[in-house]
Structures are given as C-alpha cells and as structure tokens.
C-alpha cells in the first residue's frame, strides 16, 4: 500500500481534484499537481503525502506502459502496491488511466517523489528504494522485464539519486536471468568471510524493518514492497549459509 486515504480523510480532496481534470492526460495531471498545491498551502505534511500518491499513480501507470502495453497482469500489480479505500476506486482508476497513455512526463514526476524522501538522504534514500522495488513489482508482473521498462526504471533510479551499485543490486532482487546471486542481492563479494555477510544480512535487515520505515516516514503502503524486499535479502541470506555450510 503507498498511502492510507482513510487516515486523511480526503475524500472530498479526490472529489475536488477530479473535478479538476480535462480529456488531456499531460495537462490534468499538470493541473492535480497545481490543484494539490493551492488546496493545501499551508498544511505542508498533508501536501506531501497527497503529492507522494498522485505521483505514484502516475509512475506506475506509466511503468506499466514503458513496453508500449499494459497489461492486466500490470493493472493487477498496481493494486497490490497501492491500497485505497473502494470508494476511491474510481478516482484513482481516472488518474490511473490519464496516465497509462503514455510515458511523457514521467521524469517530472520522478523529480517530484525525489524531493519528498522523509529521510532526507541526498542519496539512496530507503523510500525511494522501496518505489523502485514496487515499480519492479509492476513491471514483472506479466513473466517478463522487457528492455525499455529497464531503461525506465534506470532512468528513475537516475532522478531518485540511486547509484549504479544500489541499482544493480534491488535489480538482482527481481531480474536474475543466470539465476538470482545472492551475493549481489546483499551487496556482498564470495570472498568475503561469514561472519562479514552475516553482519551486512543483519544491518540490511535492521535498515528495512518495518518498525524503522514507520519511524522514518514511510507511507505505510510502501510496507508491501518492502515485505517483498525483506524475503530477498532473506533467501540470499539462507542459499549463502546453506552454500558456506556445504562447502
């Protein structure tokens, strides 16, 4: 889930800025961007967190159409990332599908999610990492990361300020055409000790805990991606020892 809707009670927030929306996909979402700005100008928080959502809405849309098709299998995997009261279903399909008409402007939202990392790391920031990890869910949702999602995702990492390393690293969580290595998934090198990898499994597991994304901000809907992140780093972990021990 990406943001609890209920929590802010905004229904009538989603009312107001549908109401706002015209036939071109660019423009509305231009003018909900505007519109989130103007309504709430003084309540800095609640502008941050209906920012982060119409933001995500918008990513994952145009994730999805990085192939050039969206697929139900994408739709799907959408709605596993992002939970949203059934009252609200038909607001946020509405921006969901001005998006999904194509990838233009999706740099500019990715800027917008940059500045909004509650951490306030000038890089690798653990929020975003768990956007990333949620654009991945979407993206191989239908058997297969084609090369332009890669591209796109890159491209995001780009703008969130992830590195080359981080990247390759939440990739090898998803895309593991030779098989997953779980090494790289920890960060860590075969010839390294044990109890090294041991200690590194431990400080990732620690930095990715729930409890620790709570207290740093991270909208509890980010919590599903994390949940899928927290079983990687946990599978490397046991096939690593598993190795170690047979060796």
Not at 19 to 28: E, N, Q
Request: aromatic share 8%.
């Amino acid at each position: 889930m990406i943001f609890d809707f209920s929590c802010l009670q905004i229904s009538s927030l989603w009312e107001r800025l549908i109401g706002a929306i015209g036939d071109a996909a660019g423009s509305a979402l231009g003018r909900v961007v505007e519109a989130i700005r103007t309504l709430f100008e003084g309540d800095p928080e609640t502008r941050r967190q209906v920012s982060f959502s119409v933001a995500i809405i918008a990513l994952s849309a145009k994730m999805a159409k990085a192939d050039g098709i969206v697929t139900e299998a994408e739709v799907k995997a959408f709605q596993q990332i992002f939970d949203f009261p059934d009252e609200e279903a038909r607001n946020v399909a509405r921006l969901y599908n001005l998006a999904r008409q194509d990838v233009a402007g999706y740099e500019a939202y990715a800027s917008k999610l940059s500045n909004l990392c509650s951490s306030g790391a000038a890089e690798n920031c653990p929020m975003l990492e768990s956007v990333v990890d949620g654009l991945f869910h979407i993206a191989k949702a239908d058997g297969l990361v084609h090369e332009k999602e890669l591209l796109f995702l890159g491209r995001i990492a780009e703008i969130f300020r992830i590195d080359d390393e981080h990247f390759r690293r939440i990739m090898a969580r998803h895309v593991h055409l030779d098989g997953r290595d779980p090494y790289l998934v920890l960060g860590v090198s075969p010839e390294d000790d044990f109890a090294a990898i041991r200690k590194q499994y431990r400080l990732l597991v620690s930095e990715h805990h729930p409890d620790r994304l709570i207290a740093r901000g991270v909208p509890a809907t980010l919590h599903a991606a994390a949940n899928e992140r927290m079983a990687a780093l946990n599978a490397a972990y046991k096939a690593i020892e598993k190795e170690r021990r047979a060796a």
